[in-house]
């Protein structure tokens, strides 16, 4: 628990992700972590602006909560697949909901995965790896250990 | 009234109603009899009209017979008294006259007789309808010694029919035969003259036979067509004429009548007499032998049918009058009986129908009065029955009203309970997230470095934090078992596999307290069960991490077998132990042996609770055999086969509608 992840700094490098949760806290939390494996992350706190974002940028991941004023996560998923130029940009469900069925009924909405609050930096960019892993543009950078010693 | 249309429907037969199926019943046990005497008597009318025929044929016959012989012996007393007068021996004095005979003496003789039938060629009686219309006396020989007609004196009649019988006999009746030197019927009556007991001479008179005739034409007694008539045996010929026109006397006829009578037979029959063409009749035929011809007294067969139809349609009129009373008084009592019982129907059907306050109030017979009180007792209790499940019905309604509303409020506070407890979860799980991210961030170094201190606390923020997160789940999974909300999976296990797995997971746990992690596994531990994977990690590591949390000093034992269609999973442990009072009550909710315990220990104490409700769940359980000071053994036994109650986890749609509900 107290080593450090095993996990390259770089790993994130040439990602851009958006990251949208209506709490701050979750939004820094997550937001600092992507960071610091090197992504670039943009945030938002409904999934009106998020949808604003997205049609100004290209997202290689986007990482939502579910519950949100305003617009919520299945509202945006909704319209996030329904665009013809986002529809193939995986979405990533991160919510403190945690009952039964919360995964299956997320994927069958259309988001591409489930993550579980709370996160820590172990076990979330493990957990996201598992599931980086299985997209096809991703690939596992070289474990350079000195990027990550040098910093 | 709502028995019309019914009855007007079910018209079908006259018989399936009470009133139809009692007149008619009626109706035939009166028309019956009148048919079976109408029927007997017709059959007795025909006989009797048909003997009484034959009676009065007989009797005719009879009559005429006696006619007949009154007549025959008139003439021989006639006779005989005609010839009283004349001195005997000068009869015979002539009589024995040689063939050569003398005038004088011829004429002496022929004095004589004249004398005696002078004027009397024709001797007549009108009494007994007798006529003589010649008289004369013969010798043996034949000839004519004497004759009213004085010609015929010196002629023989050795050559007539009657003359042998004449000859032999004191007194003879010559029937009557055709004279053909005549042309006529001819009769004969003779006497003969006896002296010393020999025949000398006989008397002979020619009968006429008018008066046959007159008797055989008698008509009285013989209605329209009845008729007495004489066949002579000489060949067929009708003595007497017949009551017809075309029907001569002296033609040969032939009838089974006749037949039978020249048979010698006396009888009746029904057969065809001589008309042309032949017409029925009942015949009465005799034999007479003075006549030797056959006597016939007939009627048509079509006359005494008459007489017969008459008598027969007057029967007739009597029985179809005596059936039309009988089924008129049918008709009328079958009506009576029946109106009293028709009442109850349409009664009946306005009662079904819910009008309970129609009463039936016929009392013409005892047995319909009783009927009929029995109907009112029983519509009264039907009443009464009805009232009463009313109020039941009422009463139960507002209990299952009663019920559906507390129902609905336990089903109500169930889900207030889940969704509580749901969004507890997700509460609670939102600062943690912070709490726990910020505290990861920071002792990862990603927020710059820290001091040893820092970093110590740090840490310590961070395993209470996940203290605070294995609480949540445990809730969590404590209210879906409640809820019955757990799914369990069926899928082959490598139990070897799954207790290595465990013993990486769980002996440097052990080992950093000191402790020894044994694993045993029994060599006749199938290779493969059928479970769910992740409930049976779940217990495991639950007794194992227990087992290593209560145990200060010695070892922790993981033991796989199997016996009789189970396996066990058993945890042994060298630790404090569990005293017995608490052995009762360690797998309830929030209790460790002693709240101290649960102070000293950590944990929530609803591990061994989940524990033991999912192995419960998969068709197992837990059990816990414990000694103070010395350690405790969990033992968790699993069917080897997979546990009914499961369901696949792959039933998305299923498990969407469950996430929705909450």
């Known amino acids: 628990m107290n080593k450090p992840p095993p996990i390259p700094r770089n790993t994130l490098e040439n990602w851009t992700i958006l990251v949208i949760d209506d709490e701050n806290d979750g939004v820094e939390v997550a937001s600092r972590i992507l960071r610091f494996y090197g992504a670039q992350v943009h945030t938002a706190t409904n999934g009106r602006e998020a949808l604003a974002l997205v049609s100004t940028h290209k997202f290689r991941l986007i990482i939502s909560d579910l519950s949100m004023p305003i617009m919520d996560g299945w509202q945006f998923i909704e319209v996030i697949k329904k665009n013809r130029a986002t529809t193939d940009t995986p979405v990533i469900a991160l919510t403190a909901h945690a009952m039964p069925g919360d995964r299956e009924r997320a994927m069958a909405a259309g988001f591409y995965n489930h993550l579980t609050k709370p996160l820590t930096p172990a076990t979330f960019m493990s957990d996201l790896l598992r599931l980086l892993i299985t997209l096809p543009d991703f690939e596992m950078p070289n474990n350079n250990k000195s990027s990550s010693e040098t910093k | ?662």
Request: avoid cysteine; hydrophobic fraction near 40%; aromatic fraction near 6%.
């Open chain 2, 1 to 662: 009234m709502r028995s019309q249309p019914r009855a007007q429907r079910q018209p079908s037969s006259l018989w399936r109603t009470l009133r139809g199926r009692l007149t008619l019943t009626l109706v035939a046990f009166s028309i019956l009899p009148a048919i079976i005497i109408g029927g007997v008597a017709l059959v007795l009318e025909q006989s009797v009209t048909t003997s009484r025929s034959v009676n009065q044929l007989e009797a005719v016959a009879e009559l005429k017979e006696q006619q007949v012989a009154q007549w025959l012996r008139g003439a021989q007393l006639v006779l005989t008294t005609a010839v009283s007068g004349l001195e005997e021996s000068r009869l015979l004095a002539f009589n024995g006259l040689p063939s050569s005979y003398q005038v004088a003496q011829r004429g002496e003789w022929n004095a004589g007789l004249a004398k005696i039938i002078e004027g009397q060629s024709k001797i007549t009686d009108t009494t007994s309808g007798v006529l003589f219309n010649e008289i004369f006396v013969y010798n043996k020989a034949g000839v004519i010694t004497a004759a009213s007609d004085s010609i015929q004196v010196g002629k023989t009649v050795a050559r007539q029919e009657y003359f042998q019988n004449s000859v032999q006999n004191a007194a003879y009746i010559q029937p009557p035969y055709f004279d053909v030197q005549r042309g006529r019927l001819t009769m004969f009556v003779t006497r003969a003259l006896v002296q010393d007991g020999v025949i000398q001479a006989v008397i002979a008179a020619r009968l006429e036979t008018d008066t046959l005739s007159q008797i055989m034409q008698g008509r009285i007694g013989l209605g329209e067509t009845g008729e007495t008539y004489l066949v002579s045996v000489d060949s067929n010929y009708l003595l007497t004429p017949s009551r017809y026109e075309g029907y001569a006397v002296l033609r040969t006829y032939n009838t089974e009548g006749v037949t039978r009578a020249f048979a010698r037979q006396n009888g009746t029959g029904f057969y065809d007499n001589y008309q042309n063409p032949p017409v029925p009749v009942i015949g009465v035929y005799r034999w007479s032998p003075e006549l030797n011809a056959a006597l016939l007294s007939e009627i048509s067969q079509a006359e005494v049918q008459v007489l017969f139809r008459q008598t027969a349609i007057a029967t007739l009129g009597v029985v179809a009058l005596t059936m039309l009373i009988a089924s008129l008084i049918g008709f009328i009592v079958a009506r009576s009986i029946s109106r009293p019982i028709a009442v109850f129907a349409p009664l009946a059907l306005q009662i079904a129908s819910g009008d309970l306050s129609r009463r039936v109030k016929v009392r013409d017979f005892a047995e319909v009065a009783v009927l009929s009180d029995a109907f009112n007792t029983m519509t009264d209790q039907l009443d009464a029955t009805i009232k009463q499940l009313n109020t039941r019905i009422t009463e139960v309604n507002t209990a299952n009203s009663a019920l559906e509303i507390a129902t609905q409020q336990a089903q109500e506070a169930t889900r207030l309970k889940s969704e509580f407890i749901s969004t507890m979860s997700h509460e609670l799980r939102t600062p943690l997230n912070a709490i726990s991210g910020f505290t990861g961030i920071m002792l990862q170094g990603m927020a710059g470095e820290i001091d040893q201190e820092a970093q110590h606390m740090l840490e310590r923020i961070d395993s209470n934090s996940v203290r605070l997160l294995r609480l949540i789940n445990n809730i969590l999974d404590l209210t879906r078992i409640e809820a019955g909300r757990v799914e369990l999976s069926s899928e082959p296990i490598t139990l070897r596999e799954s207790a290595s797995s465990w013993e990486t997971q769980l002996s440097n746990l052990a080992q950093e307290k000191g402790l020894a992690f044994v694993v045993n596994i029994d060599p006749g531990l199938p290779t493969m069960v059928l479970g769910d994977p992740d409930r049976i990690d779940q217990i495991a590591v639950n007794l194992l991490s227990n087992a290593i949390k209560f145990t200060e000093k010695g070892s922790v034992t993981l033991s796989l077998r199997a016996d009789g269609g189970r396996w066990m999973m058993e945890v042994a442990d060298t630790g404090i132990g569990i005293p017995p009072h608490a052995l009762g009550y360690i797998f309830d909710e929030f209790r460790q042996v002693d709240g101290s315990s649960t102070r000293a220990y950590g944990g929530s104490g609803l591990g061994l609770a989940i524990a033991r409700n999912l192995a419960r769940m998969m068709g197992g359980n837990i059990t816990v055999n414990s000694t103070m000071g010395e350690g405790s053994v969990f033992t968790a036994s699993f069917p080897i086969a997979a546990s009914t109650r499961t369901r696949p986890l792959t039933d998305v749609n299923e498990q969407v509608k469950v996430a929705t509900r909450e």
